[in-house]
C-alpha cells in the first residue's frame, strides 16, 4: 500500500558529503514520522535520525552536528544531509515512515520500510 524508494547513496571518501532521498507513494491518507535507520555489516539496524510531520527530529549521537534531517510534507519526501562522512558511517541506510492507512476495519497507522541504499565511506 505504501512503497519507499530510497536514493543518493553512492561511494564517498572520508570527509566527503552524500544526500539521502525517500520518496512515499501508494495508497495512504497521511504520514507522521520518517526516519533514516542504518545496517553495518555483522550489526543491528539502528536509528540514524527521525523527523515527526511539524518537523521534530531527533538524531543519534555518532551523527549530531554532521547529519541534517528534513522532510516535504507537499511530496511525502525524506532527506538526509550527510556531511563530514566517516569509515564508521558505512552501511545500507533505510527510510521508514510511519503512514495512515484505510482498511476495512478502520483507519490504521503501519510502518512501512524502504529496500535500503548502500552508503560507504574509503578512509
Known amino acids: 500500500q505504501v512503497e519507499l524508494v530510497e536514493s543518493g547513496g553512492g561511494l564517498v571518501q572520508a570527509g566527503g558529503s552524500l544526500r539521502l532521498s525517500c520518496a512515499a507513494s501508494?495508497?495512504?491518507?497521511?504520514?507522521?514520522?520518517m526516519g533514516w535507520y542504518r545496517q553495518a555489516p555483522g550489526k543491528q539496524r539502528e536509528l540514524v535520525a527521525d523527523?515527526?510531520?511539524?518537523?521534530?527530529?531527533n538524531y543519534a549521537d555518532s551523527v549530531k552536528g554532521r547529519f541534517t534531517i528534513s522532510r516535504d510534507n507537499t511530496k511525502n519526501t525524506v532527506f538526509l544531509q550527510m556531511n563530514n562522512l566517516k569509515p564508521e558511517d558505512t552501511a545500507v541506510y533505510y527510510c521508514n515512515a510511519d503512514a495512515l492507512v484505510r482498511t476495512r476495519p478502520g483507519d490504521l497507522t503501519f510502518l512501512f520500510w524502504g529496500q535500503g541504499t548502500q552508503v560507504t565511506v574509503s578512509s
Open positions: 501508494g495508497n495512504f491518507l497521511g504520514i507522521n514520522t
Open positions: 523527523i515527526t510531520r511539524a518537523s521534530s527530529s
